[in-house]
């Protein structure tokens, strides 16, 4: 029980110190627009669609690599609603937020399926900026590095898995 209680303890510090970082306004605000862009997936599903607008050669691969974003973040809606672990109390939140379940970060979920798949189509600033999101939902104390961490495997998986079926239909488009 001892790790259990190491990474609940590690859980609660790193957040009280990202958190901590909000206090500076410009990070406040960036940490908010991010996590504002993020939420319900709607960065990515944009960008999704949008590649399918401008791209199209490739349309049905944006498309495609869209709905693995937006089966990976209703994945993580699940999952959340079994698990129900209770966002950080010990915190005062810069945001609100559309539900009271902390595990897995649903932002972190989606970024992550973004990042594989939008990656894949080379589309470079995917990963930092998922990864700015996923740290976004930190600084506004509204999740544990371990929701975010988790969210972040199960977006990659699901990307992950997907990734041939984005890629097997992009020839036949």
Not at 6 to 25: E, K
Not at 42 to 61: K, M
Not at 64 to 92: E, F
Not at 115 to 131: D, H, R, T
Request: hydrophobic share 50%; aromatic share 4%; glycine share 12%.
């Amino acid at each position: 029980m001892d790790d259990l209680d190491d990474l609940h303890d590690m859980d609660h510090r790193i957040v009280s110190a990202l958190r901590a970082c909000g206090t500076d306004p410009r990070v406040a605000g960036a940490a908010r627009a991010l996590s504002w862009a993020g939420e319900h997936a709607a960065l990515w599903l944009a960008a999704g669609l949008a590649g399918a607008a401008v791209d199209r050669g490739r349309r049905g691969a944006w498309l495609r690599g869209t709905a693995l974003t937006a089966g990976a973040h209703l994945a993580s809606m699940g999952v959340k609603r079994i698990v129900r672990r209770p966002r950080p109390a010990h915190v005062d939140p810069l945001v609100r937020t559309a539900g009271r379940h902390s595990f897995p970060s649903s932002h972190a979920t989606s970024s992550a399926a973004a990042a594989v798949a939008f990656g894949a189509l080379g589309v470079p600033v995917a990963g930092p900026l998922a990864a700015a999101v996923c740290v976004s939902r930190l600084v506004v104390g509204v999740h544990y590095p371990s929701d975010v961490a988790a969210g972040a495997a199960l977006g990659a998986l699901a990307a992950r898995l997907g990734a041939r079926w984005m890629r097997g239909g992009a020839h036949h488009d």
